[in-house]
């Protein structure tokens, strides 16, 4: 969740859409290369969001944030575990894992 602007060898989920243009129509394919997400409760996801901020007066990113909202939501270890592995590193578009999501 590094944002706008930053290196792409930065620790970090990457999503990928894929459109299907078939007989039947067309299908669209949302995914990111890791099988988990952060939150599974969709009302927590505008607050996961808010957490990978920047910070308005400094425009720094906002580490207590978070962090704040990784520690506060058990549910978040497994994918920050994943994240901060070997597995987090990303290598290249090309050779990236992908898992569908809805």
């Not at 602007?5 to 859409?17: E, L, Q, Y």
């Not at 039947?24 to 996801?45: C, S």
Request: a negative charge; proline letters at 6%; aromatic letters at 16%.
């Amino acid at each position: 969740m590094a944002g706008l602007g930053s290196a792409d060898t930065v620790r970090d989920i990457r999503g990928f859409a894929l459109k299907f243009y078939t007989e039947d129509g067309i299908w669209d394919l949302v995914g990111n290369n890791t099988p988990i997400f952060f939150v599974k409760d969709p009302m927590l996801f505008p607050m996961l969001i808010h957490s990978q901020k920047s910070n308005p007066v400094t425009n720094l990113r906002d580490w207590d944030a978070y962090w704040d909202f990784l520690t506060l939501n058990p549910m978040t270890v497994y994918q920050t575990l994943r994240l901060y592995a070997d597995k987090g590193i990303p290598n290249g578009y090309r050779y990236q894992d992908g898992y569908g999501c809805h």
